[in-house]
């Protein structure tokens, strides 16, 4: 079974910063994509930042220059810096990692999600 973990989420005031953590934890070979997404009230569930295990990223363009995205493998860890935050940011932040893990035996790869952090932005 596998769990995800995360914390750092809050409340913080437009142009603020937060950290948000990411723990990959319980039967896993290896981790391959690492990321984070982001679901604001009524609307869909979008992709914010995603990582390689060979460390190559991806922004959402709303995010380019002031997100970044960190992994440690040997960890199972991955991080999202967020910098000069603004109210469009407010939402309920969830991370997701494709893992391989055994099942019956078998290494199968499986996508996972955490449990979601939220994050306001307000003054």
């Known amino acids: 079974q596998v769990q995800l973990v995360e914390s750092g989420g809050g409340l913080v005031q437009p142009g603020g910063s937060l950290r948000l953590s990411c723990a990959a934890s319980?039967?896993?070979?290896?981790?391959?994509?690492m990321g984070w997404y982001r679901q604001a009230p009524g609307r869909e569930r979008n992709l914010v930042a995603m990582?390689?295990?060979?460390?190559?990223?991806n922004y959402a363009d709303s995010v380019k220059g002031r997100f970044t995205i960190s992994r440690d493998n040997d960890k199972r860890t991955v991080d999202l810096q967020m910098n000069s935050l603004t109210p469009e940011d407010t939402a309920v932040y969830y991370c997701?990692?494709?893992?391989?893990?055994?099942?019956?035996?078998?290494?199968?790869?499986?996508?996972?999600w955490g449990q979601g952090t939220r994050v306001t932005v307000s003054s």
């Open positions: 997701n990692v494709d893992v391989w893990t055994t099942i019956a035996g078998a290494l199968r790869l499986i996508n996972v």
């Open positions: 319980g039967s896993i070979s290896s981790a391959n994509n």
């Open positions: 990582s390689s295990r060979a460390g190559v990223t």
